[in-house]
């Protein structure tokens, strides 16, 4: 053995990193294992950041083509430089991912490289290109992340059949492209390559775009991107997929009728959600349990059944978001040492980087109603608001749900320009027990965006003042 460690971090993306450096701050000697070269896990390396990159980025060539003309902004000869905005993508990754690996050595946390396997509850091997390192560690937490799933049968060769991966790599735009699943990813990834000229089509397995989601903010939502020339075959099943070489048929059929239609595209993204990572890391020989789904079990300590074994982020149930996986990390670090780290899973807010944007905390109508929790609805749409109005950005509205009874805010759902920013305002709220009074009566900056927020919040008093 060659070191003892109080806590060794198996995976080192926003779970695990922020793990391992709080962990360090509170004076524990920590470790993180990492096999994929560099930090920052699925997240910075091919997944939330290089997309927002990507969807930056392909939404100010859209505005350029589109846009600036109506607005008095007369250039001419804009043109798409796919390989130039793939560099800038990659810098701004490598910018972050090296900016983790800082902040380890700023804090002392050990980066050990390689792959980590749990050889027993107090120690962990590390493989390394055929060389193998055993440490000892008072504690374990895996934070090993999840995959892209696949559907049954088909083969993501990340070629014509890709996952967010490759979509995020691609070195030209392709004319065509079908993306399966209407989630997160789809819609992110189908926005991009919309804007920078392929055709998109979604199929979605569900009636509706983004199952979970507020419905009326999802029915808007889908509007909205069929308004930008994304169409939608929703209620449908996929049943093959074939690659043919220079391009991939895919057969599918509407959950209402009983003969296939088939649709030919140049590449289709598989987006029908993720996969626990849990491979290879000996789990069941050190008696560390999985449920149904693969996901593993921990209580509310985020304790396996191996008590001194930890596990959080998308590993865990719960929503695979990077600041979920983060939160728990914190509070995992704390509880190490002796604190109440804690998560409040009522309070998780999710965003979706489309433009509009999307961003909802709290609960839905479609869940109050199941849970027989009676509420008020204020809505105030953003072509009321005078900061969208002159920056022409006036498509979607904020929903705030409060209790009927004590008027504290259960839920914030709002489709519009820069929400994936307002929406902070709504969890600090959420998070500080706030009415909807009060937020009506917190002064907002005129002119801005967010200033829908406090007319929504007297509309759950129906006394807004500009609508
Ligand atoms: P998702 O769970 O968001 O969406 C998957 C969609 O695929 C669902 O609408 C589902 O009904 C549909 N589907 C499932 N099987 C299907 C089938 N056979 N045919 C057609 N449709 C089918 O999963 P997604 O988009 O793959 O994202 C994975 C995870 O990554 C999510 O949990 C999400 O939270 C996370 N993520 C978060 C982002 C963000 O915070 N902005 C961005 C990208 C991903």
Same mark, same amino acid.
């Given at each position: 053995?060659?070191?003892?460690?109080?806590?060794?971090v %198996?995976?080192?993306?926003?779970?695990g990193?922020?793990c391992? %450096?709080?962990a360090?701050q509170?004076?524990?000697?920590? #470790?993180c294992?990492?096999s994929?070269?560099t930090?920052g896990?699925?997240?910075?390396?091919?997944?939330?950041?290089?997309s927002k990159s990507l969807?930056?980025?392909s939404?100010?060539y859209?505005?350029a083509?589109?846009?600036?003309?109506?607005?008095? %902004?007369e250039?001419s000869?804009?043109?798409l430089? &796919?390989e130039k905005?793939?560099s800038?993508k990659n810098?701004?990754?490598?910018?972050?991912?090296?900016g983790v690996?800082?902040?380890f050595?700023?804090?002392?946390?050990s980066y050990?490289?390689g792959?980590g396997v749990?050889?027993?509850p107090?120690s962990?091997?590390v493989?390394?290109? $055929?060389?193998? +390192?055993?440490?000892n +560690?008072k504690n374990i &937490?895996?934070?090993?992340?999840?995959?892209s799933?696949?559907?049954?049968?088909?083969?993501?060769d990340?070629k014509?059949?890709?996952?967010s991966?490759? #979509?995020?790599s691609?070195?030209?735009?392709p004319?065509?492209?079908?993306?399966?699943g209407g989630?997160?990813?789809?819609l992110e990834?189908g926005?991009?390559?919309?804007?920078?000229?392929?055709?998109?089509?979604?199929?979605?397995n569900?009636?509706?775009i983004?199952? $979970?989601?507020d419905?009326?903010?999802?029915?808007e939502f889908?509007?909205?991107? #069929?308004?930008?020339?994304?169409?939608?075959?929703l209620?449908?099943?996929?049943l093959s997929?074939?690659?043919?070489g220079?391009?991939?048929?895919?057969?599918y059929?509407?959950? @209402?009728k009983?003969?296939?239609d088939?649709?030919?595209?140049?590449?289709?993204?598989i987006a029908v959600?993720r996969?626990?990572?849990?491979?290879?890391?000996?789990l069941n020989?050190i008696g560390v349990?999985?449920d149904?789904?693969?996901?593993i079990? &921990?209580?509310?300590?985020?304790?396996?059944d191996i008590?001194n074994i930890?596990?959080?982020g /998308?590993?865990?149930?719960?929503p695979?978001?990077?600041?979920?996986?983060?939160?728990?990390?914190?509070?995992?670090?704390?509880l190490?040492? $002796?604190?109440s780290?804690h998560v409040?899973?009522?309070v998780?807010?999710g965003?979706?980087?489309t433009?509009p944007?999307?961003?909802?905390?709290?609960?839905? @109508?479609?869940?109050?109603?199941?849970?027989?929790?009676?509420y008020?609805?204020?809505k105030?749409p953003f072509?009321?608001n005078?900061?969208?109005?002159v920056?022409?950005?006036t498509?979607?509205?904020?929903?705030?749900l409060? /209790?009927s009874?004590?008027d504290?805010?259960?839920?914030?759902?709002?489709?519009?320009?820069?929400?994936?920013?307002? %929406?902070? @305002?709504?969890?600090?709220?959420?998070?500080f027990?706030?009415s909807a009074e009060?937020?009506a009566?917190t002064?907002?900056a005129?002119?801005?965006?967010t200033?829908a927020i406090?007319?929504a919040?007297?509309a759950? /008093?129906?006394?807004?003042?500009?609508?």
């Open positions: 053995m060659s070191d003892n460690f109080d806590l060794i %198996i995976g080192g993306g926003p779970g990193y922020v391992a %450096i709080r360090a509170l004076g524990l000697k920590t #470790a294992v990492e994929r070269g930090l896990g699925t997240c910075l390396n091919v997944g939330c950041i290089p969807l930056n980025l939404e100010n859209h505005k083509k589109k846009n600036f003309f109506n607005q008095g %902004i250039v000869d804009v043109r430089n &796919v905005m793939m800038n810098k701004s990754v490598q910018v972050l991912t090296k690996e800082f902040l050595k700023k804090n002392k946390v050990l490289k792959k749990i050889f027993s107090t962990v091997v493989y390394d290109q $055929g060389k193998k +390192t055993a440490y +560690t &937490v895996i934070a090993t992340g999840s995959y799933s696949s559907l049954p049968g088909v083969k993501i990340e014509n059949i890709i996952s991966t490759a #979509a995020l691609l070195s030209s735009v004319k065509s492209l079908v993306v399966i989630g997160y990813i789809g990834m926005s991009v390559w919309k804007r920078l000229g392929a055709e998109v089509t979604v199929i979605e569900l009636p509706f983004t199952p $979970g989601m419905r009326e903010v999802s029915n889908q509007k909205i991107l #069929a308004k930008q020339g994304i169409k939608f075959k209620n449908s099943k996929v997929i074939k690659d043919l220079s391009e991939v048929k895919i057969e059929q509407s959950n @209402e009983n003969t296939p088939t649709i030919l595209a140049n590449k289709t993204l959600g996969k626990p990572y849990t491979e290879g890391l000996n020989k349990k999985k149904e789904k693969g996901r079990k &921990v209580n509310k300590k985020f304790q396996t008590k930890y596990a959080i /998308d590993v865990i149930d719960g695979m978001l990077a600041h979920k996986a983060e939160e728990e990390g914190i509070a995992v670090a704390e190490l040492a $002796g604190q780290g409040n899973y009522d998780i807010p965003v979706i980087y433009s944007e999307v961003a909802y905390v709290g609960r839905s @109508e479609e869940q109050l109603k199941k849970d027989g929790i009676k008020k609805i204020g105030f072509l009321a005078s900061r969208a109005k920056n022409n950005e498509e979607g509205f904020v929903k705030i409060a /209790d009874k004590s504290r805010v259960l839920g914030v759902h709002i489709i519009g320009p820069h929400c994936g920013d307002m %929406i902070a @305002e709504m969890a600090l709220a959420m998070e027990g706030a009060d937020i009566r002064c907002h005129h002119p801005t965006h200033e406090k007319e919040a007297l759950v /008093d129906k006394r807004p003042i500009h609508f």
